[in-house]
Every structure is written in C-alpha cells, then in structure tokens.
C-alpha cells in the first residue's frame, strides 16, 4: 500500500527553526509537495520537489532523498502566522496526489 | 500563482435538498480537477478525479450517484450534493492541474451545513 508518515504535532518558538519531516512509500515517485494549511481555510503551495537535493524559498526550504523516500521542510525566524497545518503529498506512478496526515505546527511566544 | 475560484464558501441547506458547489480556473485551463472532502483536524480525503470532456474517476467508498461530478469545460467543474444529510456537513476542496508535472492550485473550500 502506499503510506506516508508525518509526525502529527510539533511546537516551536517564535524566531526559531523547525523542520518538519516526512517519509514516504508510494508506488513510484513524480515530485513531492509541501502545503500549509490554515484552519478552516484550503491549502495553499509552499514547495515541490522533484529531484534531490535543498529547494530555498525565502524562510522555507525543502529538502529531499529519493533514495531514501524522505522529505523535510524547514521554517526558520518563525513567526506567529506560521502556526498551521503542513501538508505532505507525493505524487505517484499515475501522477496522484496522495497525501499525509499533515503536521499541526504551534508557535509559541 | 494560478487561481482557482470555488464557490459558494459556506452554505446551509435542509436535509433531502441538492447542493451544487463551482470550481473555476481563472487563468489557465484545468485539464484536471480533484474534489476533496476534509472533517475537523483530519486531512484531505480524496473525493473523486475528473478530467475534462470525460467521467470522474471516484475513489473507493464515495458514491458517485451522490456525489455528482461534471467536468465540461476547462476551467470549470462542479459538485453537486444530492439529497444531502447532516453527515455530509463538511468542508469540500477542489483543486486544479493544468499539465499533470505541475502543482494542483486549490479553491477556497466550501463549507457545507446539512440541518
């Protein structure tokens, strides 16, 4: 079956870094997303990659191992509206978004 | 980023009605849309695949008899609850791809209320 795992809840201080880390089995690999979601809103796009290696985008990077079905995304100066929800997809052999059960991310003062 | 525009964001209706719910791609052309449902601090639960001009493709244990897909065009398709029941009170997500290599940009959400 296809699975993919992310810890389910992480505190972190504001200014600080988190890295939220995500670990896949899929039946083939086309990319991989990372969302966030705020509550009771959709999820908007942070990242995709594709091949190995570290993606910057500003205070959000992503980072990713095929060989070994692994993915974190890592937030830094963090600030309170980063409190959310993150998402991680995967994108298989029949080019589906199968998703993880995201991480509730708390910023604390 | 391409926008994606759902509609309505929040609607209540009685028990037994039917509820249509949009997804419009404003600026590109959706060769394929995925409708999502999501409960309360759960994640996204694929609904069903549709490509344009053709049927959805649902996953397994949504019914598709209640849960009305169409697709017609581009940059527009549609859900439509039928004969709903309180427990389809949710949030309802539909997300949009242009080329199957690319992101899926997501509308608003709908927030669904069955009294």
């Known amino acids: 079956g296809q699975n993919i795992d992310q810890p389910t809840e992480m505190t972190a201080t504001e200014g600080a870094i988190v890295q939220i880390n995500c670990t896949y089995q899929t039946s083939g690999f086309n990319g991989l997303f990372w969302y966030q979601q705020h509550a009771g809103e959709a999820p908007t796009f942070l990242s995709y990659?594709?091949l190995d290696g570290l993606e910057e985008k500003g205070r959000f990077s992503s980072f990713l191992s095929r060989s070994k079905g692994y993915s974190y995304l890592l937030l830094k100066e963090l600030q309170m509206k980063d409190s959310a929800s993150y998402l991680c997809a995967v994108v298989d052999s029949n080019y589906q978004l199968i998703w993880g059960a995201g991480t509730k991310l708390i910023i604390k003062p | 980023g391409a926008v994606v525009s759902q509609h309505p964001s929040r609607v209540i209706c009685k028990s037994g009605t039917s509820v249509k719910i949009e997804c419009r791609s404003l600026d590109f052309q959706a060769t394929t849309m995925f409708w999502y449902r999501q409960f309360p601090k759960k994640s996204l639960m694929l609904m069903a695949t549709s490509n344009e001009g053709s049927k959805a493709t649902y996953e397994q244990g949504v019914e598709k008899d209640k849960f009305l897909i169409n697709h017609a065009s581009l940059t527009l398709s549609t859900l439509t609850v039928t004969s709903a029941h309180p427990e389809d009170s949710s949030f309802y997500i539909c997300?949009?791809?242009?080329?199957?290599?690319?992101?899926?940009?997501f509308g608003q959400g709908t927030r669904l209320t069955v009294v």
């Open positions: 997300s949009a791809r242009g080329r199957i290599d690319t992101e899926a940009f």
């Open positions: 990659n594709v």
